[in-house]
């Protein structure tokens, strides 16, 4: 079942196999991100994690970039004293809201990914590359620091010693570098990019149970605050929980009747 592609000028969505599509589509600007295109790629996020037909989501850039960072107009209107810089915070949503989306998404990273666009793909559950793209933190070579959250989420990805590396050198490492450091989980050549991200999403989408998808999601971001004993104890809560859930007899029943799960959409 599928839904009808929604076009916006700056994010474009479609939605088939359980699958939803988000394009960040300004491809004559490396797809430099805007307010304009936050509030069009969070609304349409919104929308995905309330839409039964959308169980994974999977977001790339059109044209030759994932995000090449923000738009330079925008940085220069907000160096040259233009913007009020209080007000401009105050309108936008924190750069973490996609964790709080409870569906996985999936960065299909086909070219540039810098800045605020490299903080996108991090704030994505699973990141996979283009062979040869490049992807940067580049803050300190625009007189920035480790913005939206970026200085928090790294570190916890690839640790502290390498998250330095790439944040105070703001230096260009390419696909392959990003794998070996831990930054995006698989490089695939850039033909296949976008139909092996969709296929991944696709098995996601028939195989796994919703509920239990975003419950694992909910679980992996919240014990990175928690101790040992505390997550464990959570665990122990969700896993009692789950027995008693028509996910867990859909699951067993399905494997045992060698068929693929019908699992309910999350719902919520």
């Not at 330079?72 to 913007?83: H, P």
């Not at 810098?114 to 996108?120: E, H, K, R, T």
């Not at 640790?159 to 790439?166: I, S, T």
């Not at 991944?200 to 909910?218: N, V």
């Amino acid at each position: 079942m599928s839904e009808v592609m929604q076009d916006v000028e700056v994010v474009q969505r479609s939605v088939a196999d359980g699958v939803a599509l988000l394009t960040l589509n300004r491809p004559d600007r490396l797809n430099a991100w805007t307010v304009e295109m936050e509030h069009a790629y969070f609304g349409l996020l919104e929308q995905c994690a309330s839409s039964p037909e959308v169980r994974v989501i999977v977001v790339t850039g059109s044209g030759r970039g994932f995000c090449a960072g923000a738009d330079m107009q925008d940085l220069q209107a907000l160096g040259d004293g233009n913007v009020d810089v209080s007000a401009h915070a105050a309108e936008r949503r924190a750069q973490t809201f996609p964790l709080s989306i409870p569906k996985p998404i999936i960065a299909a990273i086909n070219g540039a990914c810098a800045g605020i666009g490299l903080v996108q793909a991090l704030m994505c559950d699973l990141r996979f590359a283009a062979a040869g793209a490049k992807l940067t933190t580049a803050f300190a070579r625009r007189g920035l620091v480790a913005e939206h959250g970026i200085s928090w989420l790294l570190p916890r990805l690839i640790g502290p010693e390498r998250a330095l590396d790439l944040l105070l050198s703001g230096r260009v490492v390419l696909a392959e570098e990003a794998q070996s450091l831990g930054v995006v989980n698989r490089v695939i050549a850039p033909e296949r990019l976008l139909d092996e991200a969709l296929d991944y999403a696709r098995e996601l989408a028939s195989c796994c149970s919703p509920a239990s998808m975003a419950t694992i999601k909910r679980q992996v971001y919240a014990d990175l605050q928690r101790d040992l004993p505390d997550a464990l104890q959570e665990a122990d809560r969700l896993m009692l929980e789950s027995f008693a859930a028509p996910d867990f007899v859909e699951g067993v029943t399905s494997f045992l009747e060698r068929r693929d799960p019908r699992f309910a959409a999350l719902s919520g």
